[in-house]
């Protein structure tokens, strides 16, 4: 059955809600059959009648008791019941109520019980504890139900006990599939009971969980259409692999990374070389059995587990799976921002609203998470912690935190304050941060005063020297160089303003041909920034980088309006458009002034909200050019007539229109200021607009006042006051939506500026020629690639990195403490808490008053027994005075007869067990259907077993079943002549006809089975009728782990026994069976022997101990025929003994279908039950553990 992903055998439930007659016979089938049920109590009927009886000792479940429950829950039917159907009935609520393992009773709100699902899951898990599975297939079988039902609870509570110690290994395919079908409490659960990420995921593992991503998941299209590419590009047969999946991740992580999983080479062909589990799992119709069926080889294991699987689980956007991989990740603060920037992208793409929102509010979930870890390491200690911020992590595609946390934009995350101290800390350089502004600015303008000790370095060395040193520290900061750049480009706007305005000349004179070297240093400087790449992710990307960019693409419109200038500038046709353009170009280069002052704390956050206010701007002229274009065509077309002057008609449209909005109200429009002197009557006049439509006279105005006027007032009330306040509404949301996070923003676009300036050569323009020609030849000439300065990017050692990794996990795990504890003191949890206990007081309280009863049963019982005991010592003392002729006959006190039912078993303490052991009386020769045979025995009662209670209509069939070798059997007993020969009691010829229990009664010429009554006469499918005489070898020796020590469980130590399976019954049997007359061996032994070993082994049972000598409770046994049988123990002390290594050679079965195996011996062996009572003896004979 396919159960969210993992595939069991179907379990079946009966599940009783009231029932008839046919009911019960359903009920006694499941129950025979090993099917579990659960009976709901109160539902009525026969449901009520098996619920009311079910807690009570079989030997209590009596006809009569029977026969009152039936009168109470069936009182209209009750008059139709005959006395064999109530003692039918009887019968079978005996046989249901004995396999209490099968039998859960439901009684909604008692015993804790709440839902009928959580008693079906139970019947289902005690049933299985119940079957004869040895060790591990037993407890996966629970497993894989609580698993299939979802049930964590289920599964911690009654399954990872300990009883049965669970090797990591087994929990993988089950692992696997909780993974898949999204159970994240289970997946917890087995990370708790020792699964190990590193040794569950590898390579094909991996594969495995991508090649079952959710069909509805984005990262399943975007991989698919991956793979489709590749198909239609070069191979059609290929396969999903792990660097399709890098490819995806790639343009999620940003180039910045590399790829995460390398493009594996022809020969690499990865393998598990996992052991076979005991379980068969199936997601999606795909074995995961055969995914860990590998042969014992290397096993590939993937770089880092963890990170794998984190991954898996957030491209999937799953929630709490991703947050219990985080937990065990140990580049924790990476996978964060790693996580945070992969589900951003999948939010950009996903076109469901819900999932995008969901996946938006999982990345700021990580982004927190990242935050809280930093925070802890922060406070621990700043300098590694801002290490870990810089460094190389080899699992995240050799980038570092802080590329991560700005490839996903997490401001929060920059802008926390140990990295802006980071920052801070780069952006002065080598200089100490508490070096006041001023006296920079006075050592950069006045460079000896550098040597005075003015400013002050972080280095203890540079303070003390002097010289090139100090020079070279102080003017490499980026603080320095920023400031000298800054002065460089006034020093470039005042000249190139200064040749604007008062030296622009035909010929250029000097200080514009400085202006024309100046821009080209400004040229290669930006060449130098499109070309930078130091983390090689190629020109095409780093292009992308650079222009995406605001101010980058305005440097560039700048210097190629500068360009186009310069060209019109030295054609002495368009000087004058040259200094046009020139001045234009002047504007933008004045405008990049603002990015300058992005640095500014103050102004900083200002310029922010002036660029998110433009974009309101751009906006608000689109809802105002319909009105100023509306209007102005409007009133053109009223007023002038056939206006073919272009220039003339824009400035009608919209130029006149847009400045009425400021108030410039034009005079003529209501006709009061009406002067023909002011226009063009034809439109001739180039300096004057045509006159507005007037009177033949030309004097005064034509055209309708009040219409005029009337547009012009609407038109004023929706600019001036509708769209101008919108406008300002606009402005002031704006505002105030980035007013709270304008901090933030900035802090987060200061790290663009300070590593812009700390890449920077240290001379500013034009001065950077110089550095600009070092770097030619250093790239071009020498081959020296660009590389990321370390105060950015470090490559720690591995020594120094595990050590780093292992204290950044140890105070992660302190902010997970912390986080728990905090959600604790949150009154929703505290209620919930309160809530949890106040349920687990009352179920404790319950299971107090439950254990208080069952304890005053077990005391009253006690009490019976012992009260039973004195009564026959009292009768001893009676009978033995009044032998002795002491007292007189009228004396002697009557004392009240003893139950039957009083009898203590002499063999086990408690009533459970000895209802286990047949209640006194065979239970398998009782069972209705007689094997093998489509005869039904009749229905017999506990309190009918004897022969000695009078039972009137007790008539059960006979049967006696038909055998090939009618030789060696009895007649078949249904007439008296044949039997007549046979001497019962006695040895009869070859054949031993006594009885290890003494002499059998003989009714009708026929034996009766000394235990009672079976229900079935004849001698069925035995051999002869009385008693059949088996013997049963229990070969045992001890069980030794690797180094031959033996082996213990609970101070005991165990034991193997040799045990062997038929090729038809599903259970394992001890290695005997029936004699026949003169022969010293069964003949099922001699069939796993080799004949030349018949005298040996015979030798060996003779050397044995009798453990059993008796009545067997076979199945088989009638009224007429029985088994009996002689149990040897053959224990062998030593590993090394000759006789158990003969023993070994000896064992040959020469049927196929026979298997022989040494078993352990433990209580859940699959043995027959009889077997099991003979190997229990065996086991305590040595005082072994069973």
């Not at 920037?341 to 999982?362: R, V």
């Not at 200690?381 to 595609?397: H, M, P, T, Y």
């Not at 035909?506 to 024309?516: A, D, G, M």
């Not at 309160?834 to 005053?856: F, P, Q």
């Amino acid at each position: 059955m396919l159960c969210l992903g993992v595939a069991i055998k179907i379990p079946i439930v009966c599940v009783v809600l009231e029932g008839g007659p046919g009911t019960l016979h359903t009920i006694y089938n499941a129950i025979t059959n090993g099917t579990p049920c659960v009976i709901v109590e109160g539902s009525g009927r026969v449901a009520d009648v098996i619920a009311q009886v079910a807690s009570l000792p079989v030997s209590e479940i009596t006809i009569c008791l029977i026969q009152q429950k039936l009168s109470l829950f069936f009182q209209e039917m009750f008059e139709t019941f005959t006395e064999s159907r109530v003692v039918e009935w009887t019968k079978k609520i005996q046989d249901i109520v004995r396999k209490r393992q099968l039998l859960t009773i439901f009684r909604e709100g008692k015993d804790g019980q709440q839902d009928v699902d959580v008693a079906i899951l139970q019947a289902l898990l005690k049933a299985s504890r119940s079957q004869d599975h040895f060790g591990h297939e037993n407890w996966d079988h629970q497993l894989k139900l609580a698993v299939a039902w979802n049930r964590v609870d289920i599964a911690r509570s009654e399954i990872f006990t300990d009883q049965w110690q669970w090797k990591p290994s087994d929990l993988h395919p089950t692992m696997t599939a909780a993974l898949i079908s999204n159970k994240p409490e289970f997946v917890k659960l087995f990370l708790e009971n020792g699964v190990r990420l590193k040794e569950f995921v590898t390579w094909d593992t991996l594969l495995y969980l991508y090649e079952n991503l959710e069909p509805s998941c984005l990262f399943h299209c975007k991989l698919h259409k991956v793979l489709a590419e590749e198909r239609l590009a070069c191979a059609p047969a290929a396969q999903l692999q792990m660097h399709h999946v890098a490819q995806v991740l790639r343009e999620l992580l940003g180039d910045s990374t590399q790829p995460l999983y390398p493009r594996p080479r022809h020969s690499d062909r990865p393998r598990l070389s996992l052991p076979v589990p005991h379980i068969k799992l199936n997601v999606q119709g795909v074995s995961l059995r055969s995914l860990y069926k590998r042969s014992s080889g290397h096993v590939t294991f993937t770089m880092d587990p963890v990170r794998d699987l984190l991954i898996w689980a957030i491209v999937q956007n799953r929630r709490e799976l991703a947050g219990i991989i985080w937990a065990q990740s140990q580049d924790c603060i990476a996978a964060a921002l790693a996580c945070s920037k992969i589900l951003k992208e999948l939010s950009k793409e996903e076109e469901d609203t819900d999932s995008s929102e969901e996946m938006l509010a999982l990345a700021d979930e990580f982004e927190h998470r990242a935050i809280g870890v930093f925070t802890e390491c922060y406070r621990k200690d700043e300098e590694r912690a801002q290490k870990l911020l810089i460094r190389v992590s080899e699992a995240w595609g050799k980038t570092t935190c802080l590329q991560l946390a700005l490839e996903a934009k997490d401001m929060k995350f920059v802008s926390h304050g140990g990295i802006q101290a980071f920052l801070t800390k780069v952006w002065w350089g080598q200089l100490c941060v508490d070096n006041g502004l001023w006296r920079v600015i006075l050592c950069m303008l006045a460079f000896p005063l550098l040597f005075t000790g003015l400013v002050s370095f972080r280095e203890k060395r540079l303070q003390a020297l002097g010289g090139p040193a100090r020079a070279r520290a102080f003017f490499n900061a980026p603080v320095v160089i920023f400031h000298l750049n800054i002065l460089s480009y006034f020093a470039f706007l005042c000249l190139l303003a200064y040749v604007l305005m008062v030296d622009f000349q035909p010929t250029p004179s000097w200080c514009e041909c400085l202006i024309y070297l100046w821009l080209f240093s400004l040229v290669c400087e930006e060449t130098r920034q499109l070309f930078y790449d130091p983390d090689e992710c190629g020109l095409r990307k780093m292009a992308s980088l650079y222009f995406s960019d605001f101010w980058n693409k305005l440097d560039v419109a700048a210097i190629l309006l500068f360009i186009v200038g310069l060209t019109c500038r030295l054609i002495p046709s368009t000087l004058y458009p040259g200094r046009i353009i020139l001045s234009l170009a002047f504007i933008m280069f004045c405008l990049r002034l603002m990015h300058i002052f992005t640095v500014s704390k103050t102004l900083g956050p200002k310029i922010i909200i002036v660029k998110r206010m433009m974009k309101d701007v751009f906006f608000f002229l689109f809802l105002l050019a319909v009105w100023v274009v509306s209007f102005g065509v409007a009133k053109q077309a009223i007023l002038i007539h056939n206006e073919s002057r272009v220039d003339w008609i824009f400035r009608g449209v919209v130029y006149h229109s847009y400045l009425t909005i400021f108030g410039q109200i034009p005079a003529y429009i209501d006709g009061v200021n009406f002067n023909m002197d002011q226009c063009s009557p034809n439109g001739t006049d180039p300096y004057k607009p045509k006159c507005p439509e007037s009177d033949a006279a030309g004097q005064a105005p034509a055209f309708p006042e009040w219409l005029t006027v009337l547009l012009l007032c609407l038109y004023l009330l929706f600019t001036n006051i509708l769209l101008l306040n919108l406008l300002i509404a606009m402005f002031n949301y704006t505002f105030q939506q980035v007013q709270e996070h304008t901090d933030q923003i900035w802090k987060f676009q200061r790290h663009d500026l300070i590593e812009e300036y700390h890449g920077r050569p240290p001379a500013p323009p034009p001065f950077i020629l110089l550095s600009h020609l070092q770097l030619l030849v250093k790239r071009v000439v020498l081959k020296i690639p660009a590389k990321r300065h370390k105060q950015l990017k470090n490559k720690l050692e591995k020594n120094e990195e595990a050590a780093l990794l292992s204290w950044e996990m140890y105070l992660k795990e302190n902010y997970l403490q912390n986080r728990q504890c905090q959600l604790q003191q949150q009154p929703e949890q505290r209620i919930q808490d309160i809530s949890s206990k106040v349920d687990a007081m009352v179920e404790l309280l319950d299971m107090d008053r439950v254990k208080r009863s069952s304890s005053m049963e077990q005391r009253l019982a006690s009490l019976e027994e012992q009260m039973a005991q004195t009564t026959r010592a009292l009768q001893w003392i009676v009978a033995t005075l009044k032998d002795s002729g002491f007292g007189s006959e009228a004396g002697v006190p009557t004392l009240a007869p003893q139950k039957a039912a009083d009898e203590p078993d002499a063999e086990l303490g408690s009533r459970r067990q000895a209802e286990e052991a047949g209640d006194g009386y065979h239970v398998n020769a009782r069972h209705l259907l007689y094997p093998n045979s489509p005869v039904t025995r009749f229905p017999v009662p506990n309190e009918k077993v004897p022969w000695k209670v009078e039972f009137a209509i007790y008539d059960p069939p006979f049967y006696t079943a038909e055998r090939k070798d009618t030789a060696l059997m009895d007649p078949v007993g249904d007439a008296p002549e044949p039997l007549s020969r046979i001497s019962f009691n006695t040895l009869d010829g070859p054949r031993d006809r006594r009885s290890f229990h003494g002499a059998y009664a003989v009714r009708d010429g026929l034996p009766l089975n000394p235990m009672g009554r079976t229900g079935l006469r004849g001698r069925g499918s035995l051999s002869c009728f009385g008693p059949n005489h088996a013997l049963h070898p229990v070969v045992t020796r001890w069980r030794r782990n690797q180094d031959g020590a033996i082996c213990r469980k609970s101070i005991k130590k165990m034991l193997e026994v040799l045990v062997v399976k038929r090729p038809l019954p599903e259970l394992w049997a001890l290695p005997g069976g029936s004699r026949e007359p003169g022969e010293k061996l069964p003949q099922k032994l001699k069939q796993i022997l080799r004949q030349e070993s018949w005298p040996a082994v015979e030798d060996l049972l003779r050397q044995g101990v009798e453990v059993y000598k008796g009545y067997v409770d076979d199945p088989r046994n009638t009224d007429n025929a029985w088994i009996e049988t002689v149990a040897i123990s053959v224990h062998f002390q030593d590993h090394n003994d000759v006789e158990l290594k003969r023993l070994n050679s000896y064992l040959h079965a020469r049927d196929p279908g026979v298997s022989i195996r040494w078993q352990v011996v433990d209580r859940r062996i699959p043995l027959y039950a009889n077997h099991k009572t003979i190997l229990q003896k065996a086991a305590a004979l040595f005082g072994a553990h069973y």
